[in-house]
């Protein structure tokens, strides 16, 4: 397995073990460092209105890179999640021993559902106000309704 890039073909349990395990520490290990920078998105997609969140600040987050701010950000890899990915995303909650009430609605969960289909570290989200959170959330509670 490279990354957290997963395929069809050799996926196995172990791995999706192993993919939330990592999705779960990277959270933990995070959690309390709420520095970080930002880089801009493009609009995504044919849909990419809707995929786009706008911030209400400009976020600027270094990803290893370079320095990059961020007004936007493009959520359409949503489009592409797959149900291995939701398995990840389940296990990386019981890892952390997180239930809530409504996955969908909540902020760990969206997190990571944001994580995978941007590319971004934790730390980016981690950074983010609780409102330009709450949009993430928003976008991706909206997507998993809407079907």
Do not use: C
Not at 58 to 81: A, I, T
Not at 98 to 108: E, I
Request: aromatic share 12%.
């Amino acid at each position: 397995m490279k990354g957290s890039e997963i395929t069809e073909k050799e996926t196995s349990w172990e791995e999706v073990e192993q993919e939330a395990g990592l999705l779960a520490a990277a959270d933990e290990a995070a959690s309390g460092d709420r520095s970080g920078s930002a880089e801009p998105e493009e609009d995504g997609g044919q849909d990419g209105e809707f995929y786009t969140v706008y911030f209400d600040k400009v976020y600027e987050f270094d990803n290893g890179d370079g320095s990059r701010k961020y007004k936007s950000l493009d959520l359409s890899g949503l489009l592409d999640l797959t149900t291995v990915d939701g398995e990840i995303f389940d296990r990386a909650m019981e890892k952390e021993r997180h239930v809530p009430a409504n996955k969908f609605k909540d902020t760990t969960y969206t997190k990571f559902v944001a994580m995978k289909v941007t590319k971004l570290p934790v730390e980016f989200f981690n950074m983010l106000s609780i409102r330009d959170m709450w949009k993430v959330t928003a976008v991706v509670y909206l997507f998993f309704l809407r079907g």
